[in-house]
């Protein structure tokens, strides 16, 4: 039985597509041969993930559950990457690449290993060339085919999950004063400055707890107190930096505050920032917001779906 907690995870505890990548191999080498939804099954049972996060959904109309949709994700990287065969379609066996790789780096496979391998790589460069040639050549009615509606939904999915990874990264990088800066931008930007607030970031030092202000009116009738932390993964913020926060936030005659990180929070630390009125952001719900509020990143590409509207003709 694999210890779910051990393997890459988001900060709610689901493992991340790629955490999933050593517990396939894993299963997979203990039989010849699998059937698609036997090896998801097993892998699932492996990991035994708590009823929250079994049982958790996207927010799409179709509510698939993350943890099959992440090990599938996994599973069709494998198999490009020639580390899972595919004998035919739905059935799956581990190759002798994926018993080797499995052999030197057990669990702690990444999606950087997986996709430097040669058959990876020149799967990606088939697929650009293909790009190339559809934007230069019309694509005759032989090469087409057809994605289901949910398919390219579980696909953006899937690129969500990549880009908000990645911006995770990207934030425990940056220069921690530079961060203050973002996160305050960020706050601005869902609307808590108002329309003719202000805000800003406090000196670098003795800034009494405080890391920003925001003035949701230009009177200062309505202030937010901020604090940030650019804390690594595994830097939990506990409940001691909730108590000095609500602390600071008392010197300021403050009845209210935001404490954001970059990691997550401990159960403790939710209870007492929950008695103190204290928002907590973790680093999953960080990088939502980012995304969400469009802070940090930028739309390289949009779609829209469209659909009859059956009032119009009624």
């Not at 293909?130 to 579980?154: C, D, G, I, P």
């Not at 779609?303 to 509207?309: N, S």
């Amino acid at each position: 039985m694999i210890d779910y907690k051990t393997l890459k995870h988001s900060d709610n505890g689901m493992p991340t597509w790629d955490g999933f990548l050593g517990p396939i191999l894993k299963v997979a080498e203990t039989e010849k041969i699998w059937k698609r939804q036997d090896l998801i099954n097993n892998v699932l049972e492996e990991v035994n993930l708590p009823d929250n996060l079994a049982k958790m959904t996207y927010s799409s109309k179709w509510h698939d559950l993350v943890a099959i949709n992440r090990v599938n994700w996994a599973l069709s990287d494998l198999k490009i990457a020639g580390l899972l065969d595919a004998p035919k379609r739905g059935v799956y066996q581990i190759s002798d690449l994926g018993r080797t790789i499995l052999k030197e780096h057990g669990l702690s496979i990444t999606r950087e290993l997986v996709h430097s391998q040669s058959a990876y790589i020149e799967h990606q460069k088939k697929l650009k060339d293909k790009s190339n040639e559809a934007e230069t050549n019309a694509v005759s009615e032989e090469q087409t085919f057809e994605l289901t509606e949910k398919q390219v939904s579980n696909w953006f999915d899937k690129q969500k999950s990549d880009l908000t990874e990645q911006l995770l990264l990207k934030l425990r990088s940056t220069d921690p004063y530079e961060f203050e800066h973002m996160m305050i931008k960020l706050l601005s930007e869902m609307g808590y400055k108002g329309t003719d607030g202000q805000s800003l970031v406090t000196q670098k030092s003795n800034d009494g707890g405080i890391d920003g202000i925001i003035n949701k009116d230009p009177l200062g009738m309505e202030t937010i107190y901020v604090q940030v932390k650019r804390y690594a993964e595994g830097n939990v913020v506990g409940s001691p930096e909730i108590d000095g926060f609500a602390g600071a936030l008392r010197r300021q005659h403050a009845d209210r505050g935001v404490f954001i990180t970059t990691s997550s929070f401990t159960s403790g630390a939710k209870v007492a920032a929950k008695q103190l009125n204290i928002a907590l952001v973790d680093g999953e719900m960080l990088t939502n917001l980012m995304v969400q509020y469009k802070v940090g990143v930028q739309i390289h590409q949009s779609y829209e779906l469209y659909d009859i509207d059956d009032e119009f003709f009624e």
